[in-house]
Nanobody, 117 residues
Framework: QVQLVESGGGLVQPGGSLTLSCAAS????????MGWYRQTPGKQRELVAT???????NYADSVKGRFTISRDNAKNTVILQMNSLKPDDTAVYYC???????????WGQGTQVTVSS
């Protein structure tokens, strides 16, 4: 099984930036997809951004142009750079991993991002 260890997150003012990272360990199979989802109270967990091991990206419309996802396959790490943050970006952010041949998703523990003055 794969284990996901997240770091980053915290409190930032509107317009500011944060960077989240997620390191995967264990039996990493390729091709795979890693990415970030977020969830706020009363809402379903939603896509933020994903990136395949082949460097194909997918972004939610709400974060396009502001967030950038990247991967270091050698280190099995995925990074989410978040710029121009808005209060609506406040959520618990979850790292995810799944093999391209399955829909069984592995989740990290989640990290809180709060955008507020």
């Amino acid at each position: 099984q794969v284990q996901l260890v997240e770091s980053g997150g915290g409190l930032v003012q509107p317009g500011g930036s944060l960077t989240l990272s997620c390191a995967a360990s264990g039996s990493i199979f390729r091709p795979n997809i890693m990415g970030w989802y977020r969830q706020t109270p009363g809402k379903q967990r939603e896509l933020v951004a994903t990136m395949t091991s082949g460097s194909v990206t997918n972004y939610a419309d709400s974060v396009k142009g502001r967030f950038t996802i990247s991967r270091d396959n050698a280190k099995n790490t995925v990074i989410l750079q978040m710029n121009s943050l808005k209060p609506d970006d406040t959520a618990v952010y979850y790292c995810s991993y799944w093999r391209s041949t399955t829909i069984n998703v592995l989740w990290g523990q989640g990290t809180q991002v709060t955008v507020s003055s």
